[in-house]
Each structure stands twice: as structure tokens, then as C-alpha cells.
């Protein structure tokens, strides 16, 4: 009987589960092809205590725990409108011109953020800079809520990347 009691509960937890969770696994991908070295377009991009020095929808950028560029850094992005999202350095390479970090929290309509900037040489003074991202929406119910779908979650993060990248060309040629 406790065995039938236990099986049952844990289907009902499963089955829970699943229902609680019918976003799908989603990602962004945008690149930028910029008429400059890769030293300098990484001197703009490298310093994740700065996404403002490149990316206009940011007004500030503060490390909150931890130490700049180190993994396990966490930084508070202040946005122009007054928003804020908080994320966290996972993997940070100086030689390969790469980072990954993680949404912990913000204004943004997604979830289980996972993103990665990363920088290659296209020629002497030619750099692609190369912009991805997985993600699920923030709504993660069967039904979400009215512009908290799929759909609002992959267009607000192409547009971020988008916008940032499309900045850094101005910039940095």
C-alpha cells in the first residue's frame, strides 16, 4: 500500500511537472561583420563591467558580487528606461575573445538564459562578433500570457543583440 501511495505521488509530481513547464527551448543568433582589428573590437566588448560602453539600452553597468571578467562575476544592468537585469560571468576567454553569461533575473520575457559573445579575425582589420543565445520564455505555462510567447521572447532577444551589435560597428569603425 505505502509503495502504490508513493508510485502515485510521484506520477502525480511528474505529470506536474510537465504541465508546469510547456516552454520550449528557444535561441537567438545575430552577427556583425566590423571594418576593425579584433583587438580593438575586443577592448570594447571584453570588459563585462561595461555593456553600456557598446550597447545603447544601457545606462549602467555595476559588478554586485564577485571580481570583474572573473567567472562566477555578477553584474546589475540598469537599462534606460529604469528596468534591471542581473547576470552572471559563466566561462570568460581573454585568448579565444569569448564570454558566456546567464540571465539571473530582470525585465526580459525569458528564462533559463544562457548566452555567449564571441569574437574571430575575418582578415587583418575585419572582426565578426557573433551573438547567441538559448533561452525559454518567461511564461512557461500552457497558455502564456499576452505577449510573453515564444515568439515575443526570440523577437526581444534578436532585437537586443541586434541593437547592441549594430551599435558596436558604429563604434568601433
Do not use: C
Not at 7 to 15: D, I
Not at 17 to 39: C, F, G, M, R, Y
Not at 45 to 61: E, R
Not at 161 to 168: A, I, P
Amino acid at each position: 500500500m505505502k509503495y502504490n501511495l508513493l508510485l502515485a505521488s510521484l506520477l502525480v509530481s511528474a505529470t506536474f511537472n510537465v504541465l508546469a513547464d510547456d516552454a520550449k527551448n528557444l535561441a537567438a543568433h545575430e552577427e556583425v561583420s566590423i571594418n576593425a582589428p579584433v583587438a580593438k573590437v575586443w577592448a570594447t566588448v571584453s570588459n563585462f563591467n561595461d555593456l553600456g560602453a557598446w550597447h545603447p539600452a544601457i545606462k549602467k553597468t555595476e559588478i554586485v558580487s564577485g571580481t570583474n571578467n572573473k567567472v562566477g562575476a555578477e553584474r546589475l544592468l540598469t537599462l534606460q528606461d529604469g528596468g534591471t537585469i542581473k547576470e552572471k560571468l559563466l566561462a570568460y576567454s581573454a585568448k579565444k575573445h569569448s564570454f558566456k553569461y546567464s540571465i539571473i533575473e530582470g525585465v526580459l520575457p525569458v528564462s533559463s538564459y544562457v548566452s555567449t559573445i564571441s569574437i574571430k579575425a575575418q582578415g587583418k582589420d575585419q572582426t565578426l562578433v557573433v551573438w547567441t543565445g538559448t533561452f525559454k520564455r518567461k511564461d512557461t505555462a500552457t497558455t502564456p500570457a499576452a505577449g510573453q510567447d515564444d515568439e515575443a521572447a526570440i523577437k526581444t532577444m534578436t532585437s537586443v543583440y541586434r541593437g547592441g551589435l549594430d551599435n558596436l560597428k558604429k563604434i568601433s569603425e
